[in-house]
């Protein structure tokens, strides 16, 4: 599914974000910057060891933030590292902290004159946070943003299993952008 927002694009589709070849991946990365398992094990594994070596240096991040790096093996020339809310952690706070995490993703992607980004639907595995609570909370932050930001072209989410997808779609349905073919 693909909306336009303003002059930009959000679209959904069903995959791995490992294998995107826009210009910056969203990582669903943990304070420590230091890997893991899910959509960062993923990464890494992809991308080779220079990017655990490069995020050592960056000395973490806290939740509702983020961190860029290069994509090295990817075809992603970089790699935007957010870290969301651990859902039972934050309580009240988790749909504020998961907004701030795409948002900050997406400051990051401005200042570094990057046009497309594709996201995993932070949160929602190891994390804990329900999915169809996630979902609208995710995409109005990214709405949001391209309003005033149409110098990012594409923000495409990566969504790993039907269910995920499916949660995702109807809520982008809710928020009744027009349906771009
Ligand atoms: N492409 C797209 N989505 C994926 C992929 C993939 N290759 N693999 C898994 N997903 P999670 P979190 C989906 O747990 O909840 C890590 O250990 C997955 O099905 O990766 O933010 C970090 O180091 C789910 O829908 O991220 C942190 O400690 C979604 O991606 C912690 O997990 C997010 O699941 C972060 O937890």
Do not use: W
């Not at 949160?123 to 932050?141: D, F, I, N, Q, R």
């Amino acid at each position: 599914m693909k909306v336009k927002v303003g002059e930009s694009i959000l679209e959904l589709v069903q995959g791995d974000i490992t294998q995107q070849d826009t210009e910056a991946i969203v990582n669903a990365a943990n304070p420590s910057l230091l890997g893991g398992g899910g959509v960062d094990g993923a990464i890494h594994r992809a991308a080779g060891p220079e990017l655990l070596e490069e995020c050592k240096t960056l000395g973490g991040c806290a939740p509702g933030d983020a961190k860029i790096t290069k994509g090295y093996r990817l075809k992603a020339k970089y790699v935007i590292h957010a870290v969301g809310p651990i859902y039972k952690k934050e309580g009240a706070r988790a749909p504020e902290v998961l907004a701030s995490a795409y948002r900050r993703s997406l400051e990051l992607a401005s200042e570094h004159g990057i046009r497309t980004v594709a996201f995993p639907s932070l949160s929602t595995g190891a994390y804990g946070y329900p999915v169809k609570e996630a979902a609208p909370v995710a995409l109005k932050a990214v709405a949001d943003y391209l309003k005033g930001h149409p110098e990012i072209e594409l923000v495409r989410f990566v969504l790993y299993d039907s269910k995920t997808y499916q949660a995702y779609e109807e809520a982008l349905r809710g928020l009744g952008f027009p349906e771009f073919c």
